[in-house]
């Protein structure tokens, strides 16, 4: 039985009723000088953020031809979280919504904390690729990470300038395009609620074969602003290289939405 894009629509709705109704739910941030939260992605790519015990995150993507894709994390025990996701397309306007086939599922393990001289190391996998899933090569436009490596280290430069960089290597491989992929990213914090975003996704996973790609890589750029009580928004400009070719003219643009909190 294919699940309903409306049962973790239904999910995050409760997500956001717990916080109105219930005092004991502590609300974080993720983005700006005052974040209380590492954040585990930039825009496509994972960090070495996790969550910590007793934390949830619920977030929610909005793209392209009325997509959405929801996610929600738990922190387990420490240095551990699990999640789970779905998504789907036209859930917004007058088609008939087309469902992703199976959820998506991520499991995170920081192997090593940041320290002065040394990054924080995290190894995960993730089920979850971004945006339209593409029914003929089984595989979603953004791959899924699948397996994954990242280092993330944090720096005092007018606020903070975090960097990282990792490998991963992902199971979607029907469109006889795969290999272990490279990428790095930025962010920087501007003043206590904004962080802007900058990653390169290098995408040697999607360059052969029935690639979406041409061969030149994902670019992206965003900004992410926490507007308190534990919300994060955030807008996304992405493929600056026009490596898609289905692109259009002009950048495509995402929404972020997201809620943290501890119990």
């Known amino acids: 039985m294919v699940m309903k894009p ?17 005092p004991s739910l502590h609300s974080q ?75 998506g599922i991520n499991i995170r393990l920081r192997v090593l904390d940041e320290t002065e001289f040394f990054p924080a190391v995290l190894i995960g996998f993730d089920s979850q690729g971004k945006e339209s899933y593409i029914k003929e090569t089984k595989r979603y436009t953004i791959k899924s990470p699948g397996f994954f490596v990242v280092a993330s280290k944090n720096y005092d430069l007018l606020g903070y300038l975090s960097v990282h960089g990792g490998v991963n290597y992902s199971l979607e491989s029907k469109d006889k395009s795969n290999a272990p992929n490279l990428y790095a990213g930025v962010e920087k914090t501007v003043g206590s609620n904004v962080s802007l975003l900058l990653e390169y996704n290098m995408a040697l996973n999607d360059a052969r074969g029935d690639a979406v790609g041409r061969g030149r890589g994902y670019l992206n750029s965003g900004i992410r602003w926490s507007v308190g009580k534990g919300f994060t928004l955030g807008f996304d400009t992405k493929d600056f290289f026009k490596n898609r070719r289905d692109r259009f003219s002009v950048a495509n643009r995402t929404v972020f939405l997201e809620y943290i909190a501890f119990f």
């Open 6 to 22: 409306v049962i973790l629509m239904k999910l995050f709705l409760t997500v956001l009723i717990l916080w109105v109704a219930t």
């Open 29 to 103: 941030s993720s983005a700006g000088m005052a974040a209380t939260v590492e954040p585990r992605f930039l825009i496509d790519i994972p960090t070495a953020g996790v969550l910590e015990p007793g934390s949830f995150s619920a977030d929610m993507d909005l793209f392209q031809a009325g997509g959405m894709m929801i996610r929600i994390n738990a922190g387990i025990i420490p240095n551990l979280s699990f999640g789970i996701s779905y998504g789907a397309n036209h859930v917004v306007g007058s088609e008939k919504i087309a469902v992703n086939p199976i959820p």
